[in-house]
């Protein structure tokens, strides 16, 4: 996801989508370690959007 994307998102939004990544990226982790992923660039990817929905997020806060 870009960031101009999740900027133009409501905060509320912002926390419910990051809350999915992580349940994905849970989801991601189990299927790896069971069996054997086809992407393996998956769990670098959402790992990264994770970051940058933690990044504005943290930078609304700062905001005030």
Do not use: H, W, Y
Request: without cysteine; proline residues 2%; hydrophobic residues 35%.
């Amino acid at each position: 996801m870009k960031v101009s994307e999740i900027r133009e998102m409501r905060p509320d939004e912002r926390q419910s989508e990051l809350e999915k990544l992580k349940k994905a990226l849970f989801n991601l982790r189990t299927r790896a370690e069971t069996e054997k992923l086809e992407n393996t660039q998956l769990l670098k990817n959402m790992k990264r959007d994770i970051a940058r929905f933690k990044t504005i997020i943290r930078q609304g806060q700062l905001k005030g």
